[in-house]
């Protein structure tokens, strides 16, 4: 299986703010990547697919990037309604996600 | 409107069975690859199996290889996971959802329904 392993844990900033989240693959996946937004009792929302697509009706503010084995998730001038976990997956292979950022208002 | 209702969940002994469903519309159920992802009380998200459109392909991650069954009814628009002998490492969220085309991403997810597994 490839292991995502994502960082930091757990984040805080403030209003305005621009968050950056990283993943890291336990072997070249090729752009195969996507990030889930998971807000507090609700189910995962698609974010960014092929590494730095932006899925449908996404706010421009999110974007990603990367290549090979390091992406990152970039959230400018962060909302309030930004407050979420958030999951990177490879599928380059059987899908695998990284363990999640919980990110929180300074 | 794409929409995914899961049912079935609750609670159920180590060693017994459930079985999950996931009602789906909005969209040509049948064109879509399906699959079912569970999330451990505060923990992460785990793949669990995919179905192929026509239902003619299964896949699974290993530790559920052998107890659960993933299948769909493409006439009925419904999604299901038959799940046996029981452990309580299952006890988890399981979400229903749908595959990008042709993608292993998933583009659409349902509310999710909880299974917890204990005596």
């Known amino acids: 299986d490839i292991q995502m392993t994502q960082s930091p844990a757990s984040l805080s900033a403030s209003l305005g703010e621009t968050v950056t989240i990283e993943c890291r693959a336990s072997?070249?996946?090729?752009?195969?990547l996507a990030w889930y937004q998971q807000k507090p009792g609700k189910s995962p929302q698609l974010l960014i697919y092929n590494a730095n697509s932006l899925h449908t009706g996404v706010p421009s503010r999110f974007s990603g990037s990367g290549s090979g084995t390091q992406y990152s998730l970039k959230i400018n001038s962060l909302q309030s309604e930004d407050v979420a976990s958030y999951f990177c997956q490879q599928y380059y292979d059987y899908p695998t996600f990284g363990g999640g950022t919980k990110l929180e208002l300074k | 409107e794409v929409q995914l209702v899961e049912s079935g969940g609750g609670l159920v002994q180590p060693g017994r069975s459930m079985k999950l469903s996931c009602a789906a519309s909005?969209?040509?159920?049948?064109?879509?690859?399906m699959a079912w992802v569970c999330q451990a009380p505060k923990k992460g998200l785990e793949w669990v199996a995919t179905i192929s459109y026509d239902g003619s392909s299964t896949y699974y991650r290993d530790s559920v290889k052998g107890r659960f069954t993933i299948s769909r009814d493409n006439a009925k628009s419904t999604l299901y996971l038959q799940m046996d002998s029981l452990r309580s490492e299952d006890t988890a969220t399981y979400y229903c959802?749908?595959?990008?085309?042709?993608?292993?991403?998933?583009?659409?997810w349902g509310q999710g329904v909880m299974v917890t597994v204990s005596s």
């Open positions: 909005g969209f040509t159920f049948n064109n879509y690859d």
């Open positions: 072997e070249d996946i090729y752009n195969g």
């Open positions: 959802a749908r595959h990008r085309y042709l993608r292993n991403y998933f583009d659409y």
